[in-house]
C-alpha cells in the first residue's frame, strides 16, 4: 500500500482501525449494506475514520457537508 499501484483491502482497513483503536464507516454502493462499520476491539478514541466505497474498486476519504453560515439582510 505504501507503494504506487497496491491498494488496501477489508483485511488492510481492519487492521488499521486495530493499530489506531478507531471506528470506521464506510458508506458503501451496496443496495442491502449502504453502511459497513468496522470497529476495533478496544477503542482509544471518539473520532470515526468515515470513507466510500465502490463496490470491487477503491475507498475514498469523506467528511460531513459543512452547514453554510446565513447572511443577514439589513
Known amino acids: ?3 504506487d499501484g497496491f491498494w488496501g483491502d477489508h483485511v488492510s482497513l481492519l487492521a488499521a482501525a ?20 468496522v470497529a476495533p476491539a478496544m477503542a482509544a478514541c471518539e473520532r470515526v475514520l468515515q470513507l466510500s466505497f465502490w463496490f470491487e474498486k477503491h475507498y475514498s476519504s469523506v467528511e460531513k457537508k459543512k452547514k453554510k453560515k446565513k447572511k443577514k439582510n439589513h
Request: glycine fraction near 4%.
Open 1 to 3: 500500500m505504501a507503494r
Open 18 to 37: 486495530e493499530a489506531y483503536g478507531v471506528k470506521v464507516h464506510l458508506f458503501t454502493d451496496h443496495a442491502t449494506d449502504p453502511v459497513i462499520e
